[in-house]
């Protein structure tokens, strides 16, 4: 059986992510609460001490969240594998589909094509555009 669930875009185990929550709780909330009548007793506004105990709650919000982000790291497993040029074509056919040609890239502005080609897509783009009928540009 498996305890694994998934928040946010992460996949997380659900007894860690009960045991971030109670951090959250176990930290935030006492040190909101020394701080409100830590700052009710020195100050005579009470909205300026409710409003200064706020901040240290929301400090200790941030220093459980750090505690459980080093205590409880997500279960994912990330994985690489080499595109070929077919699964490209088909991201590309897929982003037509949905949101018309890609256009001939040598229109493109000059430091648009230089990135492209550093990321070697631009003789994608451009056998797109040909095989779509276009004339490409030079």
Known sequence: MSNLLEIWGDTVDSRHTLGAIALGVGIA???YLVADLFFSRG???DSLSGSYALL????????AGFVGARLFAPKRVVTEQQSSREGRSEAMDAIEAEYGPLG??????????????ALGLYEDLRAQHERRGGTVAE
Do not use: K, Y
């Open 104 to 117: 001939d890239p040598g229109e493109l502005p000059g430091p648009v094509q230089d990135e492209i080609r």
């Open 29 to 31: 909330t006492p040190l």
């Open 43 to 45: 100050s005579g506004d």
């Open 56 to 63: 240290v709650g929301l400090a200790g919000c941030l220093i």
